[in-house]
């Protein structure tokens, strides 16, 4: 069982920038392709990015694309999304999750707010 928290979130300006991190407990983080989320009130969580378990293959939602830059220290049980050039839609909670179906251990998420 990987037990996530994340933290970073923030209200920024458009524009601006803000580097989330994720600390997962448990040695089984280092075995999962990691991933971001976000949710916005009624609406279903979506995918924002993920990175393989050693740190390679990143991939993007197409709205991000460019903007956010995912990775991960295994050392440290870390995962982060550097997210650049901020823009009102990025406004959600974001969560970190492993890249296995069916993932039902969310932790509480950080809240990201843009403002315009």
């Known amino acids: 069982q990987v037990q996530l928290v994340e933290s970073g979130g923030g209200l920024v300006q458009s524009g601006g920038s803000l580097r989330l991190s994720c600390t997962a407990s448990?040695?089984?983080?280092?075995?999962?392709?990691m991933g971001w989320f976000r949710q916005t009130p009624g609406k279903e969580r979506e995918f924002v990015a993920s990175?393989?378990?050693?740190?390679?293959?990143?991939a993007y939602a197409a709205a991000v694309k460019v903007r956010f830059t995912i990775s991960r220290d295994n050392a440290k049980n870390a995962l982060y999304l550097q997210m650049n050039n901020l823009k009102p839609e990025d406004t959600a909670v974001y969560f970190c999750?492993?890249?296995?179906?069916?993932?039902?251990?969310w932790g509480q998420g950080t809240q990201v707010t843009v403002s315009s």
């Open positions: 448990g040695r089984a983080y280092r075995q999962y392709g």
């Open positions: 990175i393989s378990m050693i740190g390679t293959s990143p």
């Open positions: 999750a492993p890249m296995i179906e069916n993932f039902n251990s």
